[in-house]
Structures are given as C-alpha cells and as structure tokens.
C-alpha cells in the first residue's frame, strides 16, 4: 500500500512557465516532507523540505505547499528552465519512524526551451 | 570531503554469483541506507542502519544483507544474485536528529 505517491508519471512545461508537481500521502503520522531531484546516472538530491508546523516553504525559485488536511503537498518552480528538467521524487518521514523516508514513484519533468 | 561514495559504478554478475557493494562516508553520518531504484517503482527501502554494528530490514529485505562494522561504511551483500536483482542502487547517509539524506552516485547492478 502506497503511503506516498505521486500520480503523474511526467510532467512538460515551456520555459519561463510554472511547474507543478504533486505528492498525495496516506500516512496522518507523516510530519516532515521532502523533495528530491534526480538526473539520469546520478544519485538524487535533496532540494527542498517543509514541515508538518508550516504550510509553505521558499527557496528561492522552488516553494513546497503543504494541505495538511488534504494530505498533500506541491513544488512549484518558478520561472521553469531547461536545466530544471529530472526526475522529481517526493519523500516523508515522521517521528519515531527510525529516521526512515517513504519516497513516491517520483514525476519525470521535461522542460521544453 | 568526498560526501556519499559507492563502489563499484557498474557490475554485471551471472545467475548464482554473490558480490558486495560499499558505501562509504566521510560526513559523520549516523543513520545509513540501501535503496533498489526500479522503472516506475521509485525507491525501496532495502535494508538501514542507525549506528555502527546495527542493522534492520526495509521493505525490500530479501535475498540481501547488509553490515555495518564502522561508522563510515554500510556494505550491502548479494549471497546468490538472481535476475529480479539486477536495479540500480543507491547508499544514503544521515546525521541524527536530522530528516534529510544524502545519497551516494549509485551503482548499476545487471544479473544475467
């Protein structure tokens, strides 16, 4: 049973629009949400994180929107560039989980010049 | 600082061979993982540890194991690889009290 997951398979946005990316959780216990951003060969990256105490958190063209009562959270990026283009894997963890992430299924953005 | 490095980059075993991936880290990270990175699966949990000498089951666990004799290296075993093994796998490391990981290059695994 999935208690992460992120419906869209892929996502393609023009460059300079907004990416949306969605991440939909099952788990009420879930405290603390991260971002990944992964590149063909190479391992991924954190990028952002927001906890359960906030609803959104900025970094710079990267904000991460958390509904806690609708048990989901987003990332958007804003302005959109070419290099943005990676899988995007979106994580959770909660107290008392021995420090463990539950990853979803990841979205593979494409960002079109 | 070299951060999360993995050995080897890529392998390719037949049916039956039995090899060890290392992960090693020089950020003085506590917690470590074993993750199986599959098409359209995302990453699984394969086995973790919170110190050096313990070790504990993920969600994938089977036909694996794993040790931790120092803090700095989490070593990830395949006894008789079988073909549903061949994945791409990542080490991660962690510091206690800490949510984020940070995760080795990955290494590429084939089982013919």
């Known amino acids: 049973d999935q208690q992460v997951k992120q419906n869209s398979p892929s996502l393609s946005v023009q460059e300079g629009r907004i990416s949306i990316l969605n991440c939909d959780y099952t788990?009420?216990?879930?405290?603390?949400f991260l971002w990944y951003k992964k590149y063909p060969a190479e391992g991924p990256t954190f990028l952002i994180s927001i906890s359960s105490i906030k609803d959104k958190n900025e970094d710079g063209r990267f904000t991460v929107f958390l509904n806690k009562s609708a048990k989901h959270l987003s990332l958007h990026i804003v302005p959109s560039q070419p290099g943005d283009s990676a899988v995007y894997f979106c994580?959770?963890?909660?107290?008392?989980?021995?420090?463990?992430?539950?990853f979803g299924k990841g979205t593979k953005l494409t960002v079109n010049p | 600082n070299a951060g999360v490095t993995q050995t080897p980059k890529f392998r390719v075993l037949k049916t039956g061979q039995s090899m060890t991936l290392l992960c090693a880290q020089d950020?003085?990270?506590?917690?470590m993982y074993w993750y199986r990175q599959d098409p359209g699966m995302g990453l699984r949990l394969i086995h973790y540890s919170v110190g050096e000498g313990t070790t504990a089951k993920g969600e994938v666990p089977d036909g694996y194991n794993v040790s931790r004799l120092k803090k700095q290296n989490f070593l990830l075993g395949l006894e008789s690889a079988a073909p549903s093994q061949t994945s791409v796998y990542f080490c991660?490391?962690?510091?206690?009290?800490?949510?984020?990981?940070?995760f080795g290059p990955g290494t590429r695994l084939t089982v013919l």
């Open positions: 788990n009420s216990m879930f405290d603390y």
């Open positions: 950020m003085n990270h506590e917690y």
């Open positions: 994580a959770a963890s909660y107290q008392g989980g021995s420090e463990k992430l539950v």
């Open positions: 991660a490391g962690q510091r206690g009290g800490t949510d984020t990981q940070y």
